[in-house]
């Protein structure tokens, strides 16, 4: 049965009337991870990263439901794109809803924008989120398929100065995180209309080629010739570059408001590198579109991040002209990246207190102790009752705590506890009960 782990040697050596009784036992789905405690230092830097930086940005927090309408993503997304022919979990729920899981924000955010009337709050509408995503795609090194993705999304302003300010988010929170050696790849998409004559050149490229390109490619040929640059597919690999550039050929507007964005990014000393090949790969784009991707990544494979402009999303989930612009950035790549630049930390977790104690009657003065050093923001933690003090100083050893507080039948009766010093040299005095509390706080420093 998928996601049970048999230990068959164990098993082999047991009788089979056994056997029958034996529990079932359960790995996490393929495609998912249990992030453990010494991971969640990462995941604190990276939550509280995007709080700072989006603050200083002046964005909101919004949360969307795990599941939406399909709709919302099959109109959004665009019917030819990864996410709706492969990747999207779609389900009816017991009314006969067709739902799906979230597979990426912008068409959710996007929907709340609509839905409570966001159009009449002052312009543009700035908002973040951070969101758990799910795609069912070949699980590999940081894609998931369930993840999480910090999202951004500016509602409401075709200035091409917002499209700087989006980028410079991602830029700054990778900065605050030490991640380095990162460039910006930047294109433009030009708008629909004139669009139209890049498209029909781009097939006339394409067009004595289709026997050798890959199934999906060929498929697209027809439905979604931009997509033909976004492959990865070593079949299709070959012929990318000698395609049109779209961002060679651009209408005199989008023109001025990619040279608006690349002269921002410059002044900001943000470095990009024009990337005239760069499509994305969700159909909602127009304009700028942009990708941030390690130095070391000849292929830009390992993309940490990318959005782009959406100025006709809107209308297509049944909405009014708005333009837009955002991103999306997965929070386990993020993380991965951070190791790579080595990114370490000290998880925090230990306490600062270990209480040993074997003594009648002493759990409820324990207790309390504890209770008053933790009401003070002192980690603490207590010894297991049923262990031996030898067992006890040994788990105060290991615990990382900077001070033991030891408590036996004769510290009890008279009041008192043993405060031994387990990070310095190792020395001991005898505080009254009373007086631990302080004199703890004083030892400690903070």
């Known amino acids: ?66 599941f939406e309408y399909a709709g919302v993503f099959e109109k959004g997304s665009g019917d030819t794109t990864d996410i709706i022919e492969k990747e999207m979990y779609v389900f009816e729920d017991r009314g006969g809803e067709k739902l799906a899981l979230t597979p990426e924000a912008t068409p959710a955010v996007c929907r709340a924008y609509l ?5 009449s709050w002052p312009q543009p509408v700035r908002l973040y989120t951070t969101h758990a995503m799910f795609r069912y795609d070949r699980p590999q090194k940081g894609r998931y398929r369930q993840h999480h993705q910090f999202d951004c999304e500016v509602l409401g302003s075709s200035d091409p100065l917002i499209d700087a300010e989006v980028i410079a988010v991602l830029w ?73 550039k779209l961002v060679e050929q651009l209408s005199a507007a989008a023109r001025a408001h990619h040279e608006a964005v690349t002269g921002a990014l410059a002044a900001a000393g943000i ?4 990337d005239p090949l760069l499509v994305r790969g969700l159909d909602y784009y127009n304009r700028t579109v942009f990708e941030i991707v390690p130095n070391d990544d000849e292929r830009a494979q390992g993309t940490l991040g990318g959005g782009g402009r959406y100025d006709g999303l809107m209308e297509l989930l049944g909405g009014p002209p708005t333009p837009g612009m955002g991103f999306g950035s997965g929070i386990e790549r993020l993380i991965l990246e951070m190791q790579k630049n080595g990114v370490v930390f000290d998880d925090g977790s230990a306490a600062a207190v270990y209480i040993v104690h074997r003594a009648e009657g002493a759990g409820a003065r324990v207790f309390a102790l504890a209770s008053e050093l933790r009401d003070l923001g002192i980690a603490t933690l207590i010894g297991e009752s049923g ?5 006890q100083m040994r788990g105060a050893n290991h615990s990382g705590a900077r001070v033991a507080l030891i408590i036996g039948e004769d510290e009890l009766a008279a009041g008192q506890a043993v405060l031994k010093d387990l990070a310095g040299e190792g020395g001991q005095e005898i505080i009254a009960l009373e007086r631990v509390a302080a004199v703890v706080r004083e030892r400690l420093g903070d």
Not at 271 to 274: G, K, T
Not at 387 to 391: E, G, T
Request: net charge positive.
């Open 1 to 66: 049965m998928p996601g049970e782990a048999v230990n068959l040697s164990y098993h082999a050596t047991l009788p089979r009337k056994y056997l029958l009784f034996m529990t079932t036992r359960y790995q996490a789905p393929r495609g998912t991870q249990d992030v453990l405690p010494d991971m969640q230092p990462y995941w604190a830097a990276v939550l509280e990263g995007i709080r700072e930086v989006t603050r200083l940005h002046g964005f909101r927090r919004i949360d969307t439901p795990a």
């Open 115 to 119: 839905e409570h009337g966001m159009a």
């Open 172 to 244: 700054r929170l990778y900065e605050r995180l030490g991640i380095r050696n990162v460039t910006v790849r930047l294109g433009s998409l030009d708008d629909r209309e004139p669009r139209r004559a890049y498209i029909e050149r781009l097939k006339d490229y394409y067009r004595p080629h289709l026997g050798k390109l890959s199934e999906d490619s060929q498929r697209r040929f027809a439905r979604n010739p931009l997509r033909l640059l976004d492959s990865k597919d070593e079949r299709d690999l070959p012929f990318k570059e000698g395609a049109p």
């Open 271 to 274: 470095a990009y590198a024009i």
């Open 387 to 391: 262990k031996s003090m030898k067992a």
